[in-house]
């Protein structure tokens, strides 16, 4: 996968992570559970790229 391409995945998966939260659940469901893996995944073989503020353009992980 390109930057490009992790980038809308990990935005996706996002999406889906606070849709989940906004349900008012205080337990982690399957669904978020396996957005947040597949966004630990992805910041692992994204080729990061940082801004200004020391965040992935693509990924959003932050500078080690």
Do not use: S, W
């Not at 889906?16 to 337990?27: L, M």
């Not at 893996?37 to 910041?43: C, T």
């Amino acid at each position: 996968m390109n930057g490009i391409e992790i980038q809308k995945k990990v935005a996706a998966n996002m999406r889906v992570i606070e849709e989940e939260a906004a349900k008012g659940i205080f337990t982690l469901n399957a669904r978020a559970a396996a957005a947040i893996e597949e966004n630990k995944y992805l910041r692992g073989i994204c080729p990061h790229v940082y801004d200004e503020t020391g965040h992935c353009i693509f990924c959003d992980k932050e500078v080690d």
